[in-house]
């Protein structure tokens, strides 16, 4: 495909922001798919014949970012494969989390229109995730696994918001409020930003 065929808009912010359940509404809504790299990890992870399967298991676990080689692969599959059945808009989820994905994507596949980041405080968070934790089955909801999540998102995901700040490519939804007005910011960055 060729790039100028597609748009991809980037949803940053912590773990347990809500980038998720707010990727569903714009599923639900308008004309997005949805990838999650770290739904495309864990499905790589389970699938039978993965030579990653233990390495992604580990990281994840650990709150570590898998090499950038795995996850864009997979999301570049992805792309394509909804490209083929005709689909041009794409929201990524939880990616770019490292610098040097944000750049290997951006030169290889396809540069971003924005990035919605979600701002949200840490106690939020935490409620939201153990929370989840009772029945996500989640290996990595669990107090221990939420702290170093939390660690590597300040020192190693909050460059990549920063960086595409830098380029005035963010907005900043605040995210601790019901999902319904999350959503009212998230719909309105949307229709200003692309229509
Ligand atoms: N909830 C949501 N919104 C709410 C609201 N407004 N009010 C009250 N409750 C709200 O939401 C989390 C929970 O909060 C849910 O129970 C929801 O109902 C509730 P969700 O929408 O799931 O939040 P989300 O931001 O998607 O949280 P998630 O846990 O998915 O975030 P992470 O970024 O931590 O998880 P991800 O799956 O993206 O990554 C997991 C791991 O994969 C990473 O830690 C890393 O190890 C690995 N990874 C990579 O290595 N590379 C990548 O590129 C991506 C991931
Ligand atoms: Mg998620």
């Known amino acids: 495909f060729s790039p100028k065929d597609v748009s991809v808009i980037f949803v940053l912010g912590g773990p347990g922001a809500g980038k998720g359940t707010q990727c569903a509404n714009l599923v639900r809504d308008h004309q997005f798919v949805h990838l999650s790299a770290g739904d495309l990890l864990r499905a790589e992870q389970n699938r039978e014949g993965s030579k990653y399967g ?4 580990h990281h994840i676990k650990e709150g570590k970012i898998v090499p950038q080689e795995v996850t864009v692969a997979l999301l570049k599959q992805a792309i394509r494969e909804n490209y083929d059945l005709g689909k041009k808009r794409f929201l990524v989820d939880g990616f770019p989390r490292k610098m040097d994905q944000a750049l290997t994507f951006e030169e290889q596949i396809v540069p971003s229109k924005f990035t919605l980041f979600f701002d949200c405080p840490e106690k939020v968070m935490l409620k939201r995730l ?6 996500s089955g989640r290996s990595d909801d ?17 460059p990549v918001v920063n960086y ?11 995210c ?14 949307v229709k200003d930003k692309i229509g």
Request: glycine share 2%.
């Open 54 to 57: 233990d390495m992604i298991r």
């Open 130 to 135: 153990v929370e989840r934790g009772k029945t």
């Open 142 to 158: 669990n107090v221990e696994s939420i702290k170093k999540r939390f660690a590597t998102f300040i020192e190693t995901s909050m």
């Open 164 to 174: 595409f700040e830098s380029q005035d490519k963010v907005v900043t939804v605040s």
């Open 176 to 189: 601790d409020h019901t999902v319904e007005q999350v959503y009212d910011q998230v719909k309105a960055a």
